[in-house]
């Protein structure tokens, strides 16, 4: 792909990631899922839905409301569940669909863009600060201690919901990895490394540097760390949804943005 003019080049990887990324690919960990039309009504653990779809091709606006309808009409049948995110892409074929899901209940988060790029071109050599350094985390307290270090970067109560997850999904050996960068026995940075089974693709998420130690080349040496790890485990691309804090640091590593991702949610009230 890099030998591709550059807008040629965005359209295979935003056709990589409609074929490989969307639909079974993106819910792992799902405890079960059922089948709307072209939705996939997903039910995580802890009460989480979650609505995804390959495409709404050729779907018109009276259609794509009764979908929305249909969908919350499922959740709200099962007491368990206690919110939903609807996953939307920008690029999608979709009239209506926002008003539908505002008409609904449900409210947007902030749109980020979906980045796309070769792992080799993450994979490169970045100096650290002196006495940081970068290391797997697999033991519980570290699990504990990096989930807590990311929702105080991001402004979250600790959701100790978020590390019994992490830590599950590390039992399971599923290919997930979780990195830190360390000072000292302090940790000033984390992100997630998720290799998708089946495709060329692996995940780079949850990105977080204490505020402090932002612009010092951590976050750019934890996604050099997760690129070179998933190399190693056969992938060749690289995808994530960055705020508009990561997207440029990504952009300079030669990633691509593809498309925008705005995630819709509701809450039972």
């Known amino acids: 792909m890099d030998s591709a003019p550059p807008a040629d080049r965005t359209a295979l990887l935003l056709a990589a990631y409609d074929e490989q990324l969307r639909g079974e690919a993106e819910t792992p960990s799902q405890l079960s899922v059922t089948a709307l039309g072209p939705l996939r009504l997903v ?3 802890h009460g989480r839905g979650f609505v995804t779809y390959r495409d709404l091709g050729g779907t018109g606006r009276v259609e794509i409301r009764e979908l929305v309808a249909g969908a919350l009409e499922h959740y709200r049948a099962d007491p368990g569940i206690t919110r939903v995110e609807w996953k939307t892409r920008g690029h999608d074929a979709a009239p209506g669909l926002a008003v539908a899901l505002l008409e609904h209940g449900f409210a947007p988060d902030e749109t980020e863009s979906i980045m796309i790029g ?3 071109a993450l994979a490169v050599d970045v100096p650290l600060p002196s006495g940081v350094i970068l290391r797997r985390v697999t033991t519980e307290a570290d699990v504990r201690a990096m989930s807590a270090m990311a ?22 050996a599923d290919g997930m990895e979780l990195w830190v960068a360390e000072a000292d026995g302090r940790m000033l940075g984390a992100g997630r490394l998720e290799p998708v089974a089946g495709t060329a693709f692996a995940g780079i998420w949850g990105g977080a540097v204490v505020s402090e130690w932002r612009g010092r080349g951590l976050y750019r040496a934890l996604t050099a760390a997760r690129a070179r790890s998933a190399l190693g485990a056969g992938a060749s691309l690289i995808h994530s949804d960055s705020t508009e804090f990561s997207r440029p640091i990504l952009e300079r590593s030669g990633l691509v943005k593809v498309s925008t991702t705005t995630p819709y949610r509701w809450r039972r009230a």
């Open 43 to 45: 039910t995580f653990a």
């Open 151 to 172: 929702d105080a970067v991001f402004g979250d109560p600790v959701s100790e919901e978020m590390a019994d997850a992490l830590l599950r999904r590390l039992e399971r």
């Open 118 to 120: 070769d792992a080799q």
